[in-house]
């Protein structure tokens, strides 16, 4: 049994090992084309099983049917696959043959180039050639490149080596189980992590189509369309799908364009792999601007429509008019609306209005772009103001710096439609602070999503954080649309109190702005606080006393009280629903549809922030959930609790690099779960182990602490029993042959002798208490190897549950604490700010120059003397 995420770190684990020292950006060609060979070639195999009476057959048996039936059938045979599949690949071209003849020592690299060719020649004349056609030309996957090795057999190995990478995947089963795809996209990803500035080329970071995405697909009334003019590797439009009904996604028609080849090629695989049908993709190898496409067949000189365009374009293209012989011009009638165009060096507005100009009157338009677009003068300035004149921008959205791997820049994504009215205002969202850093990343959490969703959703406003923009402010603020200058950035700065300075206590207006504390437990502020002047107030008890007040509150207990209740109907609901999850069962949906219920179920507790609460639920399905639901649902809670997969280790280092076999694990629930719940003597026992061994340790430390740093004879005894480095300097701990080698030179019964005697016993004491604990480890993993498989129905329940929803109540509950912490918090510095007033300062000097002219005294009568 193997998991999506288990694939995933597989073929990962397997690019890195043997991608040596190639460019990422490079080996994925040969490890992504060769990944959809082995895909073409088991689909070959599956159609001819199921369209040729062969159901019964597998492996080698399937392939030997395979070759005889084209041997007795050819030409009829490839007539009919074609007709079915629109593709087949020749029995001695199939990557099963490659297996084959790996396993029989006869491998040739050839073989494989001849296999590529010949399936390049297959489809030259099919239906559907176009969406096959050069995915495996030479100039792309060059098997003569001596970056896969400086000779032939190197070469020959090293494609080898990736070939049985993918030996034991079925990538038919796998697309249908929505895995190959997944698997597909996270590679890209992957090495879009590693190819640095070249992976702009072809990755959209998954937050970043998760927003554009997520907005489209709720705010759109019907997407039967979607279009991306610089494609990538299809990821946008991939994403915008998967947020669709299934009824809409097999409706879907998507359409793509990208100027290289290689990247070109991933959008097709990618697309294929996620199960596209031929005739519901059109994705061009071309300059996206250098001439208008697609255009409408019935109107020649009209570009085609859609429902959804989404655009990750290049950044100030500065060659965007200049790829052709013939530079563009403004008479251009994606361009001849505006007036003028973009300048030279920067293409920003050039790919918006491409986009624009395919944008259907109903539907709506997102795309990247760095934020100069929205501030800068002259062509831009112009061609600015002609999309706000017609309000065709919806909103803007600011995002964090150092999103992408090819960039640090910040970026904006721009949400564009053509059915505004004139008096709707544009909604400006500054999302630039809300981020977590990963590695060398800043990333966007499902939180931050979902807060960016949800306000772009309902035109919500929020102080600092979002501003819906009248025609008035904007044309006040000459079309700049500059974020900040709509979006203030919240100062979380308390001012300063100059009175509160001179003469203590705290002012009372700030008291009154913790609104939280204000709102929640009012009578316990107002009792803990007393006025010392008209508008000062100091505390009545410590910050620490009044905590403990305030958690106490009885209103806070109803409040929690209250939300633990809700939150723990919340999972009886969800826990029914999610063990009982079937092969009818759409994941993506049950996910939603948590996601959605939290929120509301947070919603009514005005002071919670509701997206905290909203990632708790989220981390559940990235840790958990997504991974067991996809074996629940298809074999079945109880059953799949019970079972166990190998637990494997990588061993050994470079070509010795193997995986071996250590023990079991459960696959869906953990053994050191099982160890915690269900071996709670066996586990008491090894606590007692590792205590005594604390204490002996300890013990032994302090003994050859306090000989290395103190003199006397017992010492002495020991500093010549401890362990030496090279430089024969001390160390802290004793070395056991000294130990030994010592009792036979000293007589028995002295000083040196019970001393050094004990440090022995307590040596033998340690290595005993190690080997007993290890004997009792190994039992304990042993039993519980066994007891995965033994695991009655309750005990599946209570473990499963103490997985998923553990700590859940706590986590939410929690969250009626957070703010009020916060506010606390505020209130300690603000006393600590003024508890110092004028004339304590005052006093502290006069005091600080009595002991100066004191010590001024006492050295003056010295001298004297």
């Not at 193997?2 to 460019?23: F, Q, V, Y």
């Not at 074996?631 to 809670?637: P, Q, V, Y």
């Not at 859940?808 to 009626?816: A, D, F, N």
Request: charged content about 30%; proline content about 3%.
């Amino acid at each position: 049994m193997i998991t999506s995420e288990g694939i995933k770190r597989k073929l990962w684990n397997g690019a890195n090992d043997l991608r040596g020292s190639m460019d990422a950006s490079k080996y994925k060609d040969y490890m992504l084309g060769l990944m959809f060979y082995k895909f073409l070639s088991d689909k070959t195999l599956q159609v001819f099983k199921i369209n040729f009476d062969n159901r019964d057959l597998e492996g080698d048996n399937l392939l030997k049917e395979y070759e005889r039936s084209y041997e007795q059938y050819g030409e009829t045979l490839e007539k009919m696959m074609k007709k079915i599949l629109g593709y087949y690949v020749l029995p001695q071209y199939l990557y099963q043959r490659w297996l084959q003849d790996i396993r029989e020592g006869e491998f040739e690299l050839q073989k494989v180039m001849d296999s590529l060719n010949s399936f390049e020649r297959s489809i030259t004349v099919a239906e559907d050639s176009n969406d096959f056609k050069g995915l495996f030309s030479s100039s792309i996957i060059d098997l003569t490149n001596t970056a896969l090795g400086s000779d032939l057999n190197k070469r020959s190995k090293n494609i080898k080596d990736l070939i049985l990478l993918f030996a034991d995947l079925n990538m038919v089963e796998l697309q249908e189980g929505d895995v190959l795809g997944d698997a597909y996209e996270y590679l890209i990803g992957q090495f879009a992590s590693n190819a640095g500035k070249k992976a702009g080329e072809f990755y959209t970071p998954h937050q970043v189509s998760e927003v554009m995405a997520q907005i489209i697909a709720k705010t759109t009334p019907q997407v039967g369309s979607i279009y991306d003019p610089t494609v990538g590797s299809g990821s946008l439009l991939l994403t915008v799908s998967k947020h669709l009904s299934k009824d809409a996604q097999k409706a879907l028609n998507y359409y793509g364009q990208e100027y290289i080849t290689e990247t070109y090629n991933l959008t097709r695989m990618n697309l294929l792999l996620h199960g596209v049908r031929p005739e519901k993709m059109d994705i061009r190898n071309g300059n996206t601007l250098a001439q208008d496409w697609p255009e409408d067949p019935e109107k020649p000189n009209e570009g085609v429509q859609f429902d959804a365009v989404v655009m990750n374009p290049p950044y100030s293209d500065k060659r965007w008019n200049k790829r052709e012989d013939k530079p563009l011009k403004v008479s251009d009638p994606r361009f001849a609306d505006f007036g003028v165009l973009p300048p030279d060096n920067k293409g920003d507005f050039a790919y918006l209005m491409h986009g624009l100009y395919h944008l259907g009157q109903n539907g709506t338009m997102a795309i990247v772009l760095p934020h100069g677009v929205l501030f800068r003068g002259a062509a831009e300035g112009e061609i600015r103001k002609r999309l706000l004149d017609k309000n065709y921008i919806d909103a803007i959205i600011g995002l964090p710096s150092n999103l992408f791997t090819n960039t640090g820049i910040p970026v904006c994504v721009l949400i564009l439609k053509k059915n505004r009215d004139l008096s709707d205002p544009v909604l400006i969202i500054d999302a630039s602070r809300n981020f977590i850093k990963v590695a060398k990343q800043n990333v966007l959490q499902e939180k931050d999503i979902a807060k960016i969703v949800d306000v772009y959703t309902n035109k919500t406003e929020i102080k600092g954080y979002s501003h819906l923009a009248t025609r008035k402010e904007i044309q006040d603020n000459e079309y700049n649309m500059n974020i900040p200058r709509y979006v203030e950035a919240i100062d979380t700065e308390v001012p300063h109190d100059v009175d509160a300075h001179l003469l203590g206590g705290i002012p009372e207006k700030n008291i009154k702005d913790l609104k939280v504390l204000q709102s929640l437990v009012k009578d316990v502020m107002t009792s803990s606080l007393v006025q010392i002047r008209p508008n000062y107030v100091e505390l009545k008890c410590s910050i620490s006393e009044l905590t403990d007040k305030i958690l106490s509150n009885e209103h806070i207990h109803e409040l929690t009280a209250d939300l633990k209740g809700k939150t723990e109907k919340y999972i009886d609901k969800y826990w029914d629903i999610l063990r009982n999850v079937s092969q009818q069962d759409n994941i993506i949906d049950l996910r939603e549809a948590m996601l959605v219920e939290i929120k509301e179920l947070l919603a009514s507790y005005h002071f919670i922030d509701v997206y905290e609460g909203y990632q708790v639920i989220a981390e559940l399905w990235k840790e958990f959930l997504t991974h067991d639901l996809e074996f629940i649902k298809t074999e079945g809670f109880h059953k799949v609790g019970k079972k166990r997969i190998p637990n494997l280790v990588v061993k050994g280092a470079g070509n010795k690099k193997r995986e071996e076999q250590e023990g079991w694990n459960g696959v869906i629930i953990p053994n050191d779960l099982i160890s915690k719940y269900l071996y709670v003597e066996e586990n008491e026992e090894l606590d007692r182990i590792k205590f005594e061994q604390d204490n002996i340790e300890n013990e032994l430390s302090e003994l050859a602490e306090s000989a290395k740093n103190e003199e006397s004879a017992e010492n002495e005894y020991l500093y010549e029993i401890l362990k030496k480095n090279s430089d024969d300097e001390p160390q802290d701990t004793f070395d056991a042959k000294l130990v030994k080698d010592k009792l036979k030179e000293v007589a028995k019964q002295t000083d040196e002798f019970i001393i050094i005697n004990k440090v022995k016993e307590l040596l033998e004491k340690k290595a005993s208490l190690a080997k007993e604990l290890k004997e009792k480890e190994k039992t304990l993993k042993e039993s519980i190897y066994e007891r995965i498989t033994k695991l009655t129905d309750k005990e599946i329940d209570t473990l499963v549950r103490e997985k998923w929803f553990g700590d859940t109540v706590e986590k939410i509950t929690s969250l009626i604490e957070a703010p009020i912490h916060a506010e606390l918090a505020t209130l300690e510095m603000l006393q600590s700010r003024y508890v110092n007033t004028i004339d304590d300062l005052d006093k502290e000097i006069s005091n600080l120059e009595a002991e100066f002219e004191k010590m001024m005294s006492d050295l003056v009568v010295m001298r004297d003397e």
